[in-house]
């Protein structure tokens, strides 16, 4: 990826967090004497002294992007990243962040690396879907990308959903199951490992099928490689499944819907920590 010059920062902060919030003002008045133009989501703009812009625009339009807040705040600008690929960099504030990995007595100085371009980013795969109804027909063209996982779900609790899986046009595998967890390499340390899922290392191009609470025990997860084109087909008794990406956006499923995922067209940037995976792994996962 070619270091782009930086002459405009995007602040993504958690909502109703003052300390994030506190933090995001005294950044803002630091880069403001750099001579950078700032950016921040309009209920946070006024807070740092920053120009009010709406999350697509400021992904478009920032050449660094700084959250403040956990994984769950870096996911929401994440997904509108597009092509450009501007370079994200995560504040951790709280108290379990694998995206989010500079503290915040680092923030500063993190902010300053990457402004000097002594920096390097880990380009991190991305999902996409479409979901089409069993005559072909596009019923919801896309869901943003997805940078951890796309998750086939019940609305309800207590009944199974009926899932035939297909990868690259062949017949994969069958699941009783409450659920499907499609994911990342990134999202392996996220919904996927709570159902069981390997941790995998985040700059591997694979992916991770996961089911939740399958019926049959000897449904595992598996690994893929990325280059594999799932289509996810619904039984006509699952009427009441959802789509999610990144446990933010969704897009409910009828009977008998498809649901083609693929390894999206661009990738997320992540600016990288100082501190090695096996680092964080080790104090985020409590190893010893």
């Known amino acids: 990826m070619t270091k782009r010059s930086i002459k405009s920062v995007g602040l993504v902060i958690k909502r109703d967090d003052s300390e994030a919030t506190a933090l995001g003002a005294a950044l803002a008045q630091w880069l403001r004497s750099r001579g950078l133009d700032l950016f921040a989501e309009p209920e946070a703009a006024a807070a740092v002294g920053a120009q009010p812009m709406l999350k697509p625009d400021l992904a478009h339009c920032a050449d660094l992007i700084v959250v403040l807040g956990g994984d769950g705040t870096l996911l929401s600008i994440a997904r509108f990243v597009g092509e450009r690929e501007a370079p994200i960099l995560g504040v951790n504030l709280g108290a379990l962040g694998f995206l989010t990995q500079a503290a915040m007595d680092e923030a500063r100085s993190s902010v300053e690396r990457v402004l000097e371009g002594d920096y390097d980013v880990d380009r991190r795969i991305t999902l996409e879907a479409e979901v089409t109804t069993s005559d072909g027909a596009v019923k919801q063209k896309a869901i943003r990308k997805a940078l951890n996982d796309m ?6 609790l207590g009944r199974l959903l009926e899932l035939d899986v297909y990868a690259d046009g062949q017949h994969f595998c069958s699941y009783r199951a409450d659920g499907l967890i499609v994911s990342t390499p990134t999202g392996s340390t996220a919904y996927a490992l709570s159902a069981g899922g390997p941790i995998i290392f985040p700059t591997l191009e694979v992916m991770v099928l996961a089911p939740i609470c399958p019926h049959t025990l000897s449904n595992r997860p598996v690994v893929l490689p990325d280059s594999c084109a799932l289509e996810i087909r619904t039984h006509s008794a699952d009427h009441d ?22 390894k999206g067209n661009s990738s997320v940037a992540l600016v990288r920590s100082s501190h090695s995976y096996f680092e964080i792994w080790r104090n985020k996962l409590r190893w010893g």
């Open 151 to 156: 998750v086939i779900h019940k609305r309800q």
């Open 241 to 262: 499944a959802m789509l999610t990406a990144d446990g933010q956006e969704g897009v409910a499923l009828g009977a008998r819907d498809r649901v083609r995922i693929c």
